[in-house]
């Protein structure tokens, strides 16, 4: 009986580590996530910006 308490003990205890690194993993993740969107945001932006400048630009070349 007392091997088996032992088992079940190590197995939560390597089940609770299990769960931390997990969590950790998952932490890092969604830190990552919100690295790689931010930087997608900023780099669609700066597209956008310049699809504009060449619109405007076409349309000046346009109007003369």
Known sequence: MALKRTDL?????E????????????AELR???TELQTAS???WSAKLAMFRNDSTEF???ELK
Request: net charge positive; charged share 35%; proline share 0%.
């Open 41 to 43: 945001l900023v780099n």
């Open 59 to 61: 349309k000046a070349i």
């Open 15 to 26: 089940a609770k580590a299990a769960r931390e690194d997990t969590n950790r993993k998952l």
């Open 9 to 13: 003990t190590s197995a939560l205890i």
């Open 31 to 33: 830190k990552r996530q």
